[in-house]
T-cell receptor, first 111, second 115 residues
């Protein structure tokens, strides 16, 4: 079967660093994406890893280990506006580029 | 604004009625996706178009659901004989073609409530 596991909730304080883990089991694997979604809003793209290693984009970084079927999203210098849900999603490959999504991690950033 | 747009933003309907939603993708994007999201869940893939061709439809989708993209631009999603379990946010996303088109751009969604 297909499954993506990530923690349901994470709490942190402003200025801190938080890591959101994602393990996956899918029929195919082409890459791992991360999306942010604020309450009532649409998902917005954060990062994508197709190869092992770390990708850095400003305060956000994402890591992938294909051999471990594992990735994480690292958020640094947390701000209140980072309070949102964060989803990992696997691109299964093939021509359709569809994404299989996890259940999401709700991040609360406190003052 | 040249982002993905969806219409309507909200729809309330009675069980058994048909509803149709529209999605206008970013103009140069040839790939279009429909997802459904319920509270506390991640988006669930429904169907995918490349230009006007519907290349994949989720096995979870019943025959009451149909989608079209007649000219390879906007798309419509129709739900016939709606059921209360159809209540959800329906999200449309688009992406450009090409080997590095991994980012999907989402519209604001249509929230459907079936009473």
């Amino acid at each position: 079967g297909q499954s993506l596991e990530q923690p349901s909730e994470v709490t942190a304080v402003e200025g801190a660093i938080v890591q959101i883990n994602c393990t996956y089991q899918t029929s195919g694997f082409y890459g791992l994406s991360w999306y942010q979604q604020h309450d009532g809003g649409a998902p917005t793209f954060l990062s994508y890893n197709a190869l092992d290693g770390l990708e850095e984009t400003g305060r956000f970084s994402s890591f992938l280990s294909r051999s471990d079927s594992y990735g994480y999203l690292l958020l640094q210098e947390l701000q209140m506006k980072d309070s949102a849900s964060y989803f990992c999603a696997v691109r299964e490959g093939g021509n359709n580029r569809k994404l299989i999504w996890g259940l999401g991690t709700s991040l609360a950033v406190n003052p | 604004d040249t982002g993905v747009s969806q219409d309507p933003r909200h729809k309330i309907t009675k069980r058994g009625q048909n509803v149709t939603f529209r999605c206008d993708p970013i103009s140069e994007h040839n790939r279009l996706y429909w997802y459904r999201q319920t509270l506390g869940q991640g988006p669930e893939f429904l169907t995918y178009f490349q230009n006007e061709a519907q290349l994949e439809k989720s096995r979870l989708l019943s025959d009451r659901f149909s989608a079209e993209r007649p000219k390879g631009s906007f798309s419509t999603l129709e739900i016939q004989r709606t059921e209360q379990g159809d209540s959800a946010m329906y999200l449309c996303a688009s992406s450009p073609g090409g080997p590095i088109s991994y980012e999907q751009y989402f519209g604001p969604g249509t929230r459907l409530t079936v009473t």
